[in-house]
């Protein structure tokens, strides 16, 4: 029997949630909105939606489920939370990074971290970021944070390089 899942991130939005459900399940493989629910008559004097407008989206992305809330616009993202996107090759890093960081702010790119154009903050890292940064030889990690504080976009090469200590 397959485990479920007992923790749901859920984003708030002002009015984009399905938008933004939407653009996610385009960018990762494997995704798919799974549920729609509209706000009805029932506590317009504390939530002030119209009657049919959607209240909240549930996704998953890649098997990870997700809610999306039209909460509005009383709360919006910060960088105090981050979405991870491990990638396995330079080309899938590169097709995360530009499919979510189209639209986003360019002042919020640095050290792997961008904003997509919703506000929430990804972080679009390579697997093999945490045993480099974890090595236990701290020459070669802190060479890779020196690297990696340097770059906008993560180039795996660069960071292999600066791990071995050929940069």
């Not at 629910?37 to 002030?48: T, V």
């Not at 360019?106 to 506000?119: I, M, S, T, V, Y």
């Not at 770059?151 to 600066?162: G, P, S």
Request: proline content about 6%.
């Amino acid at each position: 029997m397959p485990r479920i899942q007992t923790i749901t991130p859920c984003l708030w939005f002002d009015h984009q949630a399905h938008a933004a459900a939407q653009f996610y399940c385009s960018v990762f493989e494997q995704s798919h909105i799974t549920h729609i629910s509209h706000y009805g008559k029932a506590g317009f004097e504390i939530h002030g939606r119209p009657e049919g407008s959607i209240m909240s989206v549930a996704f998953e992305l890649d098997g990870q489920g997700f809610s999306a809330l039209n909460g509005g616009p009383l709360f919006s993202f910060n960088e105090a939370i981050s979405l991870q996107v491990h990638c396995r090759s330079q080309a899938e890093l590169d097709h995360y990074w530009n499919a979510l960081g189209f639209g986003g702010p360019p002042e919020a790119q640095r050290c792997g971290w961008l904003k997509d154009r919703f506000g929430l903050s990804w972080q679009i890292v390579p697997q093999c970021l945490t045993p480099m940064i974890c090595d236990p030889d701290p020459a070669r990690s802190q060479r890779v944070m020196q690297a990696l504080l340097g770059m906008k976009k993560l180039d795996i090469a660069t960071l292999q390089r600066a791990f071995d200590g050929k940069s």
